[in-house]
């Protein structure tokens, strides 16, 4: 997968494999009641616009049961 797509942005969604056996398809027919993360080592390598080394891309599958909820950062008085 290139760092760059051809739209000319980074690339960001490196979990889009529509296929039904794809690891997003299956964490979401496992994420009912709890999250999956989802982490995919990609070997970053210099001709697709990396840095030559290996990385991994976090994802996180939300549970389809979850509640609409609202985190604040401040304080409530």
Do not use: C, H
Request: aromatic content about 8%; proline content about 6%.
């Amino acid at each position: 997968m290139s760092r760059i797509r051809s739209n000319r942005r980074y690339e960001d969604a490196p979990d889009t494999a529509s296929n039904e056996e794809s690891e997003l398809m299956l964490a979401k027919r496992i994420a009912i009641d709890t999250p999956v993360l989802i982490l995919l080592r990609q070997n970053g390598k210099e001709e697709n616009g990396w840095r030559g080394a290996p990385f991994w891309w976090p994802v996180l599958v939300t549970p389809k049961n979850t509640k609409t909820t609202i985190f604040t950062g401040g304080v409530l008085e």
